[in-house]
């Protein structure tokens, strides 16, 4: 079989009204908004008009929200809708789903086009070496060629890929240097809404193979930044704990945290760095520091506390969540 938007739309919706899905749907929105936690909440760009945050919601817990029994919403909705032997066909795709951030690369008018709109429904997505091309309802006539995206793709099973509902637009810029490197950018659902929320998170950007590891707190993340700048003769990133926190603290502790400026401003004291990989290590250590940074209208904590606080009570969650009816 060949997947197509509406299908996949048919079987998300199936799991959206499902009654035998109720119970899930409501476990699984406190989960994805995280409404356990009292912080204020104020999405950027638009994003938290109730449609998109349904659509995001509904992508994430059809393919990527385990049930009790260890399966996929979105296999239940297949069982009811599909035949064998589509159904074992059907279900191998949605396994093989991925949740990434990708570059338009051409929008391709009159393929795919829907005869009610007269819109495009065909987009190339550039991820690293990768070309993807994808299908989608709604997608291709909103997004523009350049522009950066989150998406969950299913294959469609004839060598393309169908976009799942909820896709995000990227809010910031992809740089060259990001955009040769996608693959290694590490995202899932739950810290893209955390961001789209303007909670805190770990900004996880690409590491190379030599800063795999994140630093153990924000002397030793300030220590590797001050033996790399002494390598690359660049006087002007060796500052004391206190000074990168200085630096640091007025992008962290706007309404909405900054990473993209906080990181334009620190390429203004790279002085001899010019090639991608050099620029690209010192942006890795200084997200490093940006992670360590004490937040002091969060207790003094960094995102990386932060985020490792929130994993035990994800788990709680997730058992709590399985042993109720």
């Known amino acids: 079989m060949t997947l197509d938007p509406l299908t996949l739309e048919k079987w998300i919706d199936w799991c959206a009204h499902a009654p035998e899905l109720a119970i899930a749907r409501y476990q699984a929105w406190r989960i994805f908004f995280d409404l356990d936690d009292p912080g204020q909440i104020e999405y950027i760009n638009n994003s938290g ?14 393919l990527d929200h385990l049930l009790p029994n260890d399966a996929l919403p979105i296999e239940q909705a297949i069982r009811a809708l599909v035949l064998e032997p589509k159904r074992a066909v059907a279900t191998g795709l949605v396994h093989r789903s991925r949740y990434l951030l990708g570059v338009v690369k051409d929008i391709l008018p009159g393929v795919g086009t829907s005869r009610a709109t007269g819109c495009p429904q065909a987009f190339f997505l550039q991820v690293n070496r990768e070309q993807l091309g994808v299908y989608s309802t709604t997608a291709s006539a909103s997004l523009q060629r350049g522009e950066g995206v989150i ?62 590891m994140p630093s153990k707190g924000l002397a030793e993340a300030v220590q590797r930044m001050s033996d790399a700048a002494r390598e690359l003769d660049e006087e002007g990133l060796v500052l004391s704990s206190e000074e990168w926190q200085d630096f640091a603290l007025p992008y962290l502790m706007r309404e909405k945290p900054s990473p993209q400026h906080y990181i334009q401003q620190l390429l203004t004291r790279v002085l001899k760095a010019a090639d991608t990989e050099t620029l690209n290590r010192v942006v ?34 997730k058992r709590s969540s399985r042993k109720e009816p």
């Open 284 to 317: 890795d250590l200084a997200m490093d520091i940006w992670n360590h940074t004490p937040q002091p209208d969060r207790a003094g904590k960094s995102a990386y506390q932060l985020d490792l606080e929130s994993k035990p009570a994800e788990k709680a969650r």
């Open 49 to 62: 008009a109730l449609e998109e945050r349904e659509r995001r919601f509904l992508s994430w817990f059809c």
């Open 151 to 212: 998406l969950t793709l299913v294959p469609n099973g004839s060598g393309g890929w169908v976009a799942a509902p909820g896709w995000v637009r990227w809010p910031t810029s992809i740089t060259p240097a990001l955009r040769r490197q996608l693959r290694g950018l590490r995202f899932n659902p739950l810290q893209v809404e955390r961001y789209l929320q303007c909670r805190p998170i770990v900004m996880v950007v690409p590491r190379n193979a030599a800063q795999q």
